[in-house]
């Protein structure tokens, strides 16, 4: 079974720059996530879809973070401007169902100059 | 919202049965605990989750007293490939409550 794919696997901007990362879920998986871990600490959830609709983004920047999931399987995380602090790298999981075991991805490594 | 604390490191040796106990004094009722397992540039791993008293599978046992407002992992007989990150998870699932919070995370180093 294929697992949780995440493109670019690294990524270095300027801060102001823009950036989006992409992750494609488990096939069958409802449940999507994505997560910020900056190094040293534990992963802080950005935003959780169950299908195309946003269960929580409770701790998403809006200012600047988007994110969406369209047709309920891929799923596009944007920031726009990057800020120093943004440095992170950003994880992505899914499940089967909201509760089920999380399945992660590699992670893209931000880095912000 | 459940705030979760874990010592920052722990050491032990192979073969040897390591605890490594969370604390969540404001957990919710219909809060769950889940433990992952990181190594250096991965994502984390599910090892095991619980609501309480005692949770086992093939890789841990998850201990949850009645009060719930802690939680033991623990792992039988660690090897050199168990030292890494472990992160305990605690939320609810779906609905208005739904919150997700890693804890900080306690770094297992075991030795030969």
């Known amino acids: 079974e294929a697992g949780v794919a995440q493109s670019p696997r690294y990524k270095i901007i300027e801060k102001r720059q823009s950036v989006a990362f992409w992750c494609n879920p488990i096939s069958g998986h409802a449940t999507l996530y994505w997560y910020q871990q900056i190094l040293g600490q534990g992963p802080k959830l950005l935003i959780q879809f169950q299908n195309n609709g946003v269960v929580d983004d409770s701790q998403l920047p809006k200012d600047r973070f988007s994110a969406e999931r369209l047709k309920g399987v891929d799923s596009t995380l944007k920031i726009q401007p990057a800020k120093l602090e943004d440095s992170a790298v950003y994880l992505c999981?899914?499940?089967?169902?909201?509760?089920?075991?999380?399945?992660f991805g590699p992670g893209t490594r931000l880095t912000v100059l | 919202l459940a705030k979760t604390t874990q010592p920052i490191s722990m050491d032990s040796y192979e073969g040897q049965e390591v605890n490594i106990t969370c604390s969540h004094n404001n957990i919710a009722t219909n809060d769950y605990i889940t433990w992952y397992q990181q190594f250096p540039s991965q994502g984390p791993r599910f090892i095991i989750q619980?609501?309480?008293t005692k949770v086992t599978n093939e890789v841990a046992s998850l201990f949850i007293p009645a009060d719930r407002k802690s939680s033991t992992l623990s792992l039988p007989r660690v090897s050199l490939s168990d030292t890494a990150v472990y992160y305990c998870?605690?939320?609810?699932?779906?609905?208005?409550?739904?919150?997700?919070?890693f804890g900080t995370g306690t770094l297992l180093a075991v030795q030969p």
């Open positions: 998870l605690v939320g609810a699932y779906g609905g208005a409550t739904n919150k997700l919070i």
């Open positions: 619980g609501y309480k």
């Open positions: 999981a899914s499940s089967f169902r909201m509760g089920d075991e999380q399945f």
